[in-house]
């Protein structure tokens, strides 16, 4: 039986190696018409040309017959304007992968069902304000976010792509919510890009784009990491030190601190700037003083576990899904540590369940 040619999953290959096709022909050996004619779909290549077009890329040949991918419409970048067309590209075509990777996901484990409100028109504050008393936290600060929107159902991947162009992004890829974010910020900026996608996820379902989207998506990051009675309850004199010491409470970055109390009006706007000249004096806007720990999913980090128990890592599951180990090793947030870890976890027959704890 003839195995089917998907033209989408040759596109995606290509975005996700930043190639032109004009690239990807030199690579390849295979002609630009050719090429032209795959991507279209008029043609279905020879074998030989599809080897060509794995070696040229780095994807395994299976990939390119294993099924339709599909690119989400839209996705709400967070520094588009200064984005390149093929890094927004690639970042779009890193979901299509991070689909396959859920897909599988959800067959062989029981993970938990997207609860993610609508809130669309409300004002950014109250929807922070609202989706905490849906998820229960009242005021308390959110201990692992990564970990809370696993719990909630959201696909949380990381990016490969060492560029503060393409830092973090959010789609909705039917009824189930992605969020990826980039691990080249400091662990605090990577928590506030979560709860500003987190924001885009609740607030923008009608792929609204632009400045005004963004700062919504900033007001309720800042809201639902730092919910207003707890910080007022809590405040301190606004010197450097007082807040670089209270800062840990929220698992905010130290600017993100001082922007919340100037809008909570615990700052004048004359002190506000006195404190930012400051932080830029002493290099806190590139480091951040007292840097947390990065946050890891705990999904991921119990199936690589379970994994482990039946002697398969990464590349085995890379092999079996017909992806390129090093897409799935990026795409996975977990640290090398819990990768590599032969660490048992209980094993139930047939599916197993995964305990995600929230907080």
Not at 151 to 179: I, M, N, Q, Y
Not at 207 to 234: M, S, T, Y
Request: glycine content about 6%.
């Amino acid at each position: 039986m003839t195995r089917a040619f998907f033209p989408s999953s040759l596109e995606i290959a290509r975005l996700r190696r930043k190639l032109t096709s004009a690239e990807l022909s030199k690579r390849s050996g295979v002609s630009t018409r050719e090429l032209r004619r795959i991507f279209a779909g008029e043609v279905e290549p020879s074998p030989e040309s599809v080897e060509a077009i794995a070696r040229a890329l780095d994807y395994p040949v299976g990939f390119f017959y294993s099924g339709d991918l599909a690119m989400p419409a839209a996705a709400t970048f967070r520094a588009l304007g200064s984005m390149t067309k093929m890094e927004a590209g690639a970042g779009k075509a890193s979901a299509a992968l991070g689909a396959r990777l859920s897909d599988w996901l959800e067959r062989e484990f029981d993970v938990p069902e997207p609860s993610v409100p609508d809130l669309t028109g409300t004002e950014p504050e109250q929807a922070a304000q609202m989706l905490r008393e849906m998820w229960g936290l009242g005021e308390r600060p959110i201990g692992n976010l990564v970990r809370l929107l696993e719990a909630k159902g959201v696909r949380v991947f990381s990016l490969s792509e060492e560029t503060l162009r393409l830092d973090a992004f959010a789609t909705w890829l039917g009824a189930r919510p992605f969020v990826f974010l980039n691990g080249v910020k400091s662990a605090e900026r990577s928590r506030f890009d979560a709860a500003h996608e987190l924001g885009h996820l609740c607030l923008h379902r009608d792929d609204q784009q632009g400045k005004q989207v963004e700062d919504e998506a900033n007001r309720f990051a800042a809201a639902f990491l730092l919910p207003q009675g707890d910080v007022i309850a809590r405040r301190v004199f606004p010197t450097l030190p007082n807040l670089i010491a209270s800062k840990s409470r929220w698992g905010v970055a130290l600017s993100a601190l001082v922007h919340r109390y100037q809008d909570l009006g615990l700052l004048n706007a004359d002190r506000a700037k006195w404190l930012y000249i400051e932080m830029s004096r002493k290099g806190y806007l590139k480091n951040e003083p007292r840097p947390m720990a990065r946050e890891t999913s705990a999904i991921w980090t119990q199936v690589l576990q379970s994994l482990w128990t039946e002697r398969r890592n990464v590349r085995a599951l890379s092999d079996s899904l017909a992806l390129p180990a090093d897409e799935v090793e990026s795409l996975i947030f977990v640290s090398w540590d819990a990768r590599q870890s032969e660490t048992s976890i209980q094993r139930i027959s047939g599916r197993a369940n995964l305990k995600v704890i929230g907080e």
